[in-house]
């Protein structure tokens, strides 16, 4: 009597009907136990002709880190998967509605998917359950880290933009077995993605694509699903931490063409800068992979900026020793000069002497007064005689003077060449500088962003 009120109150509330229904129940109706292998050991299709069609996504959760110098591109992804099992079914008017059931993963055959480009096992928890539909689909879903190889291209760094790709396939099943293919389109896939995506990092998620490719190998084919994804880079860190600073390094040496080239102040300080930018490029090499098809072109633009600086110290030293040497000859020179001069004013006194008129030295030695009484009284002695003898030795003197003049006069003259020189080395290499550094620039910031 209770039981028969139960159902009635049951219909009338539900409609359809009034039994107590677990999923218990609908495991049971389908003999769906834990050590039922009968539904894990082959592939759930009630002929062995029929193909199993696996449809698959992967969402991009996160970048977790992106390695140049390991060719590592590590994103956190969703995959989905989702199947058909011919073996299981059940009328879910037969089960008070229940349309889908949550089973333990282990207890059901799932298609052997993995990642190709995939170098390390995932460590996260699996999820545990997936989800049996009455008609006999299943889907599961799981959460991984992906740590997956990626050819990248340095060649723009750091304003790159690189591709990685994730295929998705079966590991043995080929394709008259089983088929696989995406849920989503690429645009709702990159869509998807940039909705649920938390951390991008240092990188920008660009787009995501999916393509279907067959991969043979032995008269046997196996369909893979490539998933490309492009993500640009930020360069700002790198621009900050790297490109300016060799930038200014380049300005302040543009800027030491204006301290005096004298001293070694220049010097020193172009030798500073150089090594400021050596330690600079040590950086370079803790971010760049050795093996690169292209040259990098921030490798150029370092190489480039290096030889240039290079290039001025070198013309430092050049002009540097120029002048050093010109300060040098004319110290030599000096000491020549006091050399001659003393040899000449020896010369016209000994001559002096010989002559027997010593009135010229009047005229060439007035600092030596004492000299000058005698020289009188022996003037009064012959003094016709003696003023011929006298004005010769005067055109004699100014010969000599003449020609010392003359003498001191070349080397000096040289002497202004040399510094002059150094001087239009100076400018010239200037000029050069300057338009190279330019155009060099103006080129790799094309090229950057082209
Ligand atoms: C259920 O499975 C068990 C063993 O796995 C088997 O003995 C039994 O006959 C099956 N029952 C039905 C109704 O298929
Ligand atoms: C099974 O049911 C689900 C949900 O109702 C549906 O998406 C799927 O297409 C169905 N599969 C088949 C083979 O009818
Ligand atoms: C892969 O092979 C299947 C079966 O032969 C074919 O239907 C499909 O078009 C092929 N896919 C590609 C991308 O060639």
């Given at each position: 009597?209770?039981?028969?009120?139960?159902?009635?109150?049951?219909?009338?509330?539900?409609?359809?009907?009034?039994e107590?229904?677990?999923?218990?129940?609908?495991?049971?109706?389908?003999?769906?136990?834990a050590?039922?292998?009968?539904?894990?050991?082959?592939?759930?299709?009630?002929?062995?002709?029929?193909?199993?069609?696996?449809?698959?996504?992967?969402?991009?959760?996160?970048i977790?880190?992106v390695?140049e110098?390991?060719?590592?591109?590590?994103?956190?992804?969703?995959?989905?998967?989702?199947?058909?099992?011919?073996?299981?079914s059940?009328?879910?008017?037969?089960?008070?509605?229940?349309?889908e059931?949550?089973?333990?993963?282990?207890?059901?055959?799932?298609?052997?998917?993995?990642i190709?480009?995939?170098?390390?096992?995932?460590?996260?928890?699996?999820?545990?359950?997936?989800?049996?539909?009455?008609?006999?689909?299943i889907?599961?879903?799981?959460?991984?880290?992906?740590?997956?190889?990626?050819?990248?291209?340095?060649?723009k760094?750091?304003?790159?933009?690189?591709?990685?790709?994730?295929?998705?396939?079966?590991?043995?099943?080929?394709?008259?077995?089983?088929?696989?293919?995406?849920?989503?389109?690429?645009?709702?896939a990159?869509?998807?993605?940039?909705?649920?995506?938390?951390?991008?990092?240092?990188?920008?998620?660009?787009?995501?694509?999916?393509?279907s490719s067959?991969?043979?190998?032995?008269?046997?084919?196996?369909?893979?699903?490539?998933?490309?994804?492009?993500?640009?880079?930020?360069p700002?860190?790198h621009?900050?931490?790297?490109?300016?600073?060799?930038?200014?390094?380049?300005?302040?040496?543009?800027?030491?063409?204006?301290?005096?080239?004298?001293?070694?102040e220049?010097?020193?300080?172009?030798?500073?800068?150089l090594?400021?930018?050596?330690?600079l490029?040590?950086?370079?090499?803790?971010?760049?992979?050795?093996?690169?098809?292209?040259?990098?072109?921030i490798a150029?633009?370092c190489?480039?900026?290096?030889?240039?600086?290079?290039?001025?110290?070198?013309?430092?030293?050049?002009?540097?020793?120029?002048?050093?040497?010109?300060?040098?000859?004319?110290?030599?020179?000096?000491?020549?000069?006091?050399?001659?001069?003393?040899?000449?004013?020896?010369?016209?006194?000994d001559?002096?002497?010989?002559?027997?008129?010593?009135?010229?030295?009047?005229?060439?030695?007035?600092e030596?007064?004492?000299?000058?009484l005698?020289?009188?009284?022996?003037?009064?002695?012959?003094?016709?005689?003696?003023?011929?003898?006298?004005?010769q030795l005067?055109?004699?003197?100014?010969k000599?003077?003449?020609n010392?003049?003359?003498?001191?006069?070349?080397?000096?003259?040289?002497?202004?060449?040399?510094?002059?020189?150094?001087?239009?080395?100076?400018?010239?290499?200037?000029?050069?500088?300057?338009?190279?550094?330019?155009?060099?620039?103006?080129?790799?910031?094309?090229?950057?962003?082209?």
């Open positions: 009597m209770m039981l028969v009120s139960f159902v009635l109150l049951c219909t009338i509330i539900d409609g359809v009907s009034c107590v229904c677990s999923y218990q129940d609908v495991l049971d109706y389908l003999n769906l136990t050590d039922n292998s009968v539904f894990k050991l082959t592939r759930p299709v009630l002929d062995h002709t029929h193909v199993t069609v696996v449809k698959s996504d992967i969402i991009l959760y996160a977790l880190s390695v110098k390991t060719q590592t591109f590590v994103p956190f992804v969703w995959v989905s998967v989702q199947w058909q099992d011919e073996r299981i059940w009328d879910p008017s037969q089960f008070c509605g229940i349309t059931i949550s089973v333990p993963k282990d207890m059901l055959w799932k298609p052997d998917l993995f190709y480009e995939m170098i390390q096992k995932d460590e996260s928890p699996p999820n545990p359950y997936m989800i049996v539909n009455h008609n006999g689909t889907f599961y879903d799981e959460d991984m880290r992906v740590v997956s190889t990626c050819k990248m291209d340095v060649h760094f750091p304003f790159d933009t690189q591709e990685c790709s994730m295929s998705i396939g079966s590991a043995i099943y080929c394709v008259k077995e089983m088929r696989i293919f995406p849920f989503s389109n690429s645009s709702r990159t869509q998807f993605s940039r909705e649920v995506m938390r951390t991008q990092g240092e990188w920008e998620f660009l787009q995501m694509s999916v393509e067959n991969l043979s190998l032995n008269d046997r084919h196996w369909e893979l699903l490539t998933y490309t994804v492009s993500i640009k880079r930020r700002l860190l621009v900050i931490n790297f490109l300016l600073p060799i930038l200014f390094f380049l300005i302040l040496d543009l800027a030491s063409f204006f301290i005096a080239d004298h001293r070694g220049k010097l020193g300080f172009k030798v500073t800068v090594l400021a930018i050596s330690v490029l040590l950086i370079l090499n803790d971010i760049l992979p050795s093996m690169s098809n292209k040259t990098p072109l150029t633009y190489i480039v900026i290096f030889a240039l600086m290079l290039l001025s110290l070198l013309e430092t030293i050049l002009v540097t020793y120029l002048i050093e040497n010109d300060t040098k000859d004319e110290l030599n020179l000096w000491d020549k000069k006091e050399d001659q001069h003393l040899k000449t004013k020896n010369h016209s006194r001559k002096v002497k010989r002559n027997g008129c010593p009135c010229i030295c009047r005229v060439c030695e007035s030596k007064q004492h000299e000058l005698p020289v009188n009284e022996e003037a009064n002695n012959s003094r016709d005689s003696g003023d011929a003898n006298a004005l005067i055109l004699e003197e100014l000599n003077l003449k010392m003049m003359h003498h001191h006069l070349g080397p000096r003259e040289e002497r202004m060449k040399s510094v002059l020189w150094a001087k239009r080395i100076n400018k010239c290499f200037f000029v050069f500088y300057v338009v190279t550094v330019s155009l060099f620039l103006s080129f790799i910031f094309l090229e950057w962003y082209s």
